[in-house]
Each structure stands twice: as structure tokens, then as C-alpha cells.
């Protein structure tokens, strides 16, 4: 059986055999995991910069803040992440009080090895400062 799933960033095509699926296109690792996609991103943005805003990753990933915000208080409503609030913005940071960490980060940081260096470049390599003022570009 074929299944093309279309998203706005990536074609996705599967072949189910059975039992197997294999997957063409973006690969999903933590998707099927944690349950959706957002979480996935939100995870792999964490795991590269540390801590994260809810309008900087929907800037980010092209999806609406409110999906975002859900995840993440869905996310610290089960200890995993923390927030502190820095003027009027909520940062998100990984809860390091949760007994998992080191074990979710491990599993996180295996499944961002295998990210495709495309999307690894488009959403995971931005620059977090700004440019000196007497550098060329």
C-alpha cells in the first residue's frame, strides 16, 4: 500500500509491507515516539540551542504559534522542560530536574545524527547573535 503525505517543508512517501514501513523523504524518528511532529522539533531545537521561544521556533518552522504553545505547556506539564520568563517571553529549557534527561538527550542527539544535512542547515544553524560591525559579509 502507498501513502504520500504532503507538508508545506518536505514530501514524505511510505510503503507499508506488512508489518514494515519504509519511509522516502524527511526521515520521522521521534514522531511516532512522542506523537506528533512539533515535539520532534521542539526537542531537536532544544537539544542544538539550548532553550527556545514559542514565536521564534514558529518563525522557525512555518507553523502557527498556538500548535507550538500547546505542545510545550503539554511538554512541561509533564516535568520535561521548564519555563522562566525573560521580560514578557517565556524561554523553554529542558527541565534538568527530570530524571530522563540524560536519557532523552542520548536518544535525541542519535536521532539528530541522522537528519539530513539540508534540514539540518535550514532550521537547526541559524545565527543565535549578531554579526560585528566592522566584519565584511
Do not use: C, W
Not at 61 to 83: D, K
Amino acid at each position: 500500500m502507498y501513502h504520500l503525505l504532503l507538508t508545506k517543508q518536505t514530501f514524505l512517501a511510505t510503503i507499508n509491507y506488512g508489518k514494515y514501513t519504509m519511509y522516502y523523504g524527511r526521515f520521522i524518528m521521534l514522531e511516532g515516539l512522542f506523537g506528533n511532529i512539533i515535539i520532534e522539533k521542539i526537542f531537536f531545537m532544544l537539544y542544538v540551542y539550548g532553550d527556545g521561544y514559542p514565536l521564534g521556533l514558529a518563525k522557525t518552522f512555518g507553523e502557527p504559534v498556538n500548535r507550538i504553545q500547546q505542545q510545550l505547556r503539554r511538554l512541561e506539564n509533564a516535568g520535561i522542560v521548564v519555563s522562566r520568563l525573560v521580560g514578557r517571553v517565556r524561554i523553554y529549557t529542558f527541565n534538568p530536574r527530570y530524571p530522563l534527561l540524560n536519557q532523552l538527550k542520548a536518544l535525541i542527539a542519535k536521532a539528530y545524527e541522522f537528519l539530513p544535512e539540508k534540514e539540518k542547515e535550514i532550521y537547526y544553524r541559524k545565527r543565535t547573535r549578531p554579526r560585528r560591525a566592522s566584519k565584511p559579509l
